[in-house]
């Protein structure tokens, strides 16, 4: 499976982006989906995640009340709100052919190349 991140740029604190994620020649529909991000010197670390069906989705506690991960058939989507520049990073999305919506990159079969999100104060 192919994924491609797409929508990152620049944006200034207290902004908005949204993030894109698809797959290359077939949908989504049976993967739980998550989205990571890497700052520069910094571990990759989990930011949301949704399940196969939709349904139940987790959140990184530091983007609760921001950030709205959702998705379609063929899509799934980052929605980032007040925006601070601690957000900067590359932005991942990820496939689990596993269920559970998991947190470690571990756990992710497919990655796609990243999306860099630069925020401005």
């Known amino acids: 499976v192919q994924l491609q991140a797409s929508g990152g740029g620049l944006a200034r604190a207290g902004g908005s982006l949204r993030l894109s994620c698809a797959a290359s020649?077939?949908?989504?529909?049976?993967?739980?989906m998550g989205w990571f991000r890497q700052a520069p010197g910094k571990e990759r670390e989990f930011v949301a995640a949704?399940?196969?069906?939709?349904?139940p989705t987790s959140r990184a506690g530091s983007v609760k009340g921001r950030f709205t991960i959702s998705r379609d058939n063929v899509k799934v989507y980052l929605q980032m709100n007040s925006l601070k520049p601690e957000d900067t990073a590359v932005y991942y999305c990820a496939a689990s052919l596993g269920t559970g919506m998991r947190v470690l990159p571990m756990h992710y079969d497919y990655w796609g190349q990243g999306t860099q999100v630069t925020v401005s104060s």
């Open positions: 020649g077939r949908t989504l529909s049976s993967y739980d």
């Open positions: 949704i399940s196969w069906s939709g349904g």
